[in-house]
């Protein structure tokens, strides 16, 4: 008897078919009919060499087009809702609407190809059952309380989905094909398949589902977490039922998903409360190759996606040319986010027409397999014949409206802006930098009593540890104005202050909630129970909130979704923190795609904060540099601030700055180590109570000086206690406080305070090659009006920072001493 036979005289056991069925539950997926071209061979399992009505019966189930993977999944709940659904017939589809979605899809590439030959679309064809995988997805989530859809992907199949699923016209797609008015994004702007859209999708019903494609680089996914950060921030906004009503889809390469670790991270936070989202759907648009890349080579697992099973959720593999199964999946996975709040992931294995864009050849690499695909017909004709409907109308009439809507695009004047910002934008701007953007920052000294009073405080009965007791007691004191304050207290002031304004705040990072320098203790523990006390959420007025995560041991996904969260949420002082600046190069994606380009890119803003740790204090070449060199190459048009607060209520008012003002900018902030609690860099109460973040700090004490350092940090508060015990009174210590934008009229008033300066030197701790001095020396010498601009650094190196503490220490006393010296070096 051939294996897998059913024959009517072999009965089994409930228990006996109950073992069958978990066989094909658990492998059936390694012998499912998944690839349309048949590479992808069935795995011989003896486990499913089985006879037998049951088991042609279960080899139906899990062995046909959709392959199921989810007895790894812990929870029996789960696997059983699972198994219902496999076991079950499933429900007639629209099968003439499915159809009608796939011409679309496929007719819309062929007009692209046909009309703008030998120009890159990433076309969608051999996929193209996607669209009627996305149309399942949100037609069962819109039925579950769906109101709002985030959706990140890279570029294969983008423009599709721009039009099919966001509901963006065709002719506004054609028109960046058509380059209409190039010259009004001359040195700015982004291809046309890395830009967001907005629009609507509109259910069979009526229901409308508001759209958002998140604009994305060509770092594949980089985008995950920024789309996660929206959709969390969404659903902050929302409050009551904001999971339900704001669905995350996620589509993903199958190279890309194997080979890029960023949206491993950002799965992972699938369940941590500062990060979950209710559950995400994850496609893998799965062409069995990557560029020119085969699988046994981008992976070392047979699916790409095997990578997620790490994580207990389903994956669910479907043969794109099964629209069938391709649409009962869809429907499947949006029920379990909806019921289990987790994360789905979906195979959607098909093959890609083209090379890795239209300009390229894959004969080259792949010839056997572009044979096959050269010979295979479209799946719009495939499908119409399995089902009996003649589609060739459908197509004519397609390709008719695109006809119009490719003429209708020739003659715009101006390129179409494809999305549109939500009101809570109305109130922000970006652009260059005005002074009419300035904002008060103080806070009188009653209200910043009022608020110390809350952060020293906790409940009664609350089981407090000693040291943090102390710490509070020491803050107490700082809140009266009898003890100054230091960094941490000035950070809890601020962020206090902003709640009783109604500014929300929120803030994360590796330890955040005690601080890498135990500064921070925004968290208190009870020591018998361990229960958390956040004393500044009790400071929210309005529609204000604190949050405060520590997150887990990441950077890129971390800092990508907190840029994501600000994008929709610019009202709140959004931050993140490293645990050193010098990790935050394990971030670099993010920074230079979203956070430094993002406005020049795609015009669109954000307030995001960077809390860098840096300072050179013998701590070796990972604990040193927060890498000032390279946040000054990115900063151009004034799309990022750069600062380095130099004492408490400096760090005060600039954080305040950043949530009051208008101006959206990112900021990057230089934050202190060994100075949080340095008496020197400590502040009295009347410094909060009074002023504003000052871009450059005179030296109060010194008048016409021969010589003037000029200085970011720490170093500064080095060179005085240098000063004052060489009795100099000849030397003024300028501290420049904004490294960007670059404050050109207030350090030219305080060089016309020191007119008759000898010497002008630009003293730092880093190397010659890192740190500000690339960046500073142009533009200290221009507004030196022909002196010579001296420098004092260390020599220049591979690496940031020694790592011999002895060390450390003879570099920095040479270079204080360097910098009172009769000469420096000009470079």
Request: proline share 5%; aromatic share 8%; hydrophobic share 40%.
């Amino acid at each position: 008897m051939a294996r897998g036979q059913a024959t009517a005289d072999i009965e089994t056991t409930p228990a006996k078919r109950e073992l069958i069925f978990d066989a094909f539950r658990r492998w059936g997926y390694l012998q499912a009919d998944l690839d349309p071209l048949g590479d992808l061979q069935p795995v011989a399992m003896p486990e499913l060499d089985l006879d037998g009505k049951d088991a042609a019966a279960a080899r139906g189930f899990y062995c046909g087009t959709i392959g199921a993977e989810f007895m790894h999944i812990p929870d029996a709940e789960r696997r059983r809702w699972i198994a219902e659904r496999m076991e079950s017939e499933a429900a007639a589809p629209d099968r003439v609407r499915i159809l009608e979605r796939i011409v679309r899809a496929e007719i819309f590439e062929q007009v692209l190809q046909t009309r703008y030959l030998g120009t890159k679309r990433y076309s969608l064809e051999g996929d193209a059952a996607l669209i009627p995988l996305l149309d399942s997805i949100l037609d069962a989530a819109s039925a579950l309380g769906a109101e709002q859809g985030v959706v990140a992907m890279s570029h294969r199949g983008r423009l599709n989905v721009m039009v099919h699923t966001i509901g963006r016209a065709a002719a506004e797609v054609f028109a960046r094909f058509e380059d209409v008015d190039p010259r009004s994004v001359l040195g700015s702007g982004d291809v046309k398949y890395h830009l967001g859209a907005t629009g609507d999708f509109i259910t069979p019903d009526g229901s409308k589902i508001a759209m958002h494609l998140v604009s994305n680089p060509s770092h594949l996914e980089a985008v995950d977490p920024v789309a996660m950060g929206r959709a969390r921030a969404k659903q902050t906004r929302i409050g009551a039922n904001g999971r339900e009503r704001v669905l995350p889809i996620l589509l993903h390469g199958d190279a890309a998903f194997a080979g890029q670790g960023i949206w491993a991270e950002t799965l992972n936070y699938a369940d941590i409360e500062g990060f979950t989202v209710g559950g995400s759907v994850h496609l893998i648009v799965n062409n069995l190759i990557g560029f020119t890349t085969v699988p046994s080579e981008s992976h070392s697992s047979r699916f790409s996606s095997d990578l997620a099973k790490r994580l207990p959720i389903p994956v669910f593999h479907v043969n794109a040319e099964d629209p069938d199964a391709v649409v009962r999946v869809g429907r499947i996975a949006a029920d379990y986010r909806y019921e289990f709040a987790s994360p789905v992931v979906i195979d959607l294995i098909g093959y890609r027409k083209h090379g890795h864009s239209e300009v390229d050849d894959p004969t080259i690499t792949q010839p056997l397999r572009y044979r096959k695909i050269q010979a295979h017909p479209p799946l719009w004709q495939i499908y119409s014949e399995k089902i009996g409907v003649d589609a060739a109308p459908m197509a004519e009439k397609v390709r008719e409206e695109l006809g119009a809507a490719q003429k209708a695009a020739e003659e715009l004047e101006k390129v179409p802006v494809m999305r549109r910002l939500p009101p809570y934008w109305n109130a922000y701007h970006g652009g260059r930098y005005k002074a009419a953007d300035e904002v008060e920052t103080a806070v009188d000294a009653e209200e910043l009593a009022a608020v110390a009073g809350t952060v020293t405080s906790y409940p009664n009965g609350f089981h407090i540890h000693p040291k943090v007791k102390k710490l509070l007691e020491q803050r107490a004191e700082m809140g009266s104005g009898k003890r100054p304050v230091d960094f941490g207290m000035a950070e809890a002031l601020a962020f206090g202050t902003l709640l009783r304004q109604g500014t929300p705040v929120r803030l994360s990072g590796q330890d955040s909630r005690r601080g890498t320098f135990n500064q921070r203790h925004a968290a208190l523990i009870d020591t018998e129970n361990e229960q958390i006390y956040l004393p500044l959420a009790q400071l929210a007025s309005g529609d204000a909130f604190f949050e405060i995560y520590n997150s887990t041991l990441s950077e890129a996904g971390i800092l990508g979704f907190e840029y994501g969260f600000s994008r929709d949420f610019p009202e709140a002082l959004v931050l993140w923190e490293a645990q050193f600046g010098d990790f935050a190069n394990g971030a670099q994606i993010v920074i230079d795609q979203f956070i430094a380009a993002g406005e020049d890119k795609w015009n669109l803003l954000s307030g995001v904060v960077l809390l860098l740790p840096h300072g050179y204090e013998g701590q070796g070449p990972e604990h040193s540099s927060a890498r000032i060199e390279r946040y000054l190459q990115l900063a151009a048009r004034d799309n990022i601030q750069i600062c380095q607060p130099s004492n408490a209520a400096q760090y005060f008012h600039l954080l305040r700055r950043q949530a009051l003002r208008s101006w959206r900018k990112p900021l990057v902030v230089f934050t202190p180590k060994s100075m949080l609690r340095n008496p020197v860099a400590a502040s009295p109460l009347s410094d909060l109570a009074s002023g504003r973040f000052q871009t450059v700090i005179p030296d109060s004490g010194a008048q016409n000086a021969a010589r003037v350092l000029i200085c970011t940090g720490k170093i500064g508060h080095e060179l005085i206690a240098e000063r004052t015990k060489r009795k100099d009174t000849s030397t003024a210590i300028v501290f420049l406080e904004q490294l960007y934008p670059f404050p050109e009229a207030e350090l030219t008033a305080e060089f016309a305070r020191h007119a008759s300066a000898r010497d002008i030197v630009w003293v730092q701790e880093e190397p010659a090659n890192m740190g500000a001095l690339a960046f500073m020396l142009p533009r200290l010498e221009r507004v030196a009006r022909g002196k010579p601009v001296l420098s004092v650094k260390r020599s220049a190196s591979a690496s940031p920072a020694t790592g011999s503490g002895g060390a450390h220490e003879v570099e920095q006393r040479t270079l204080i001493s360097l910098a009172f010296a009769s000469t420096g070096t000009r470079a």
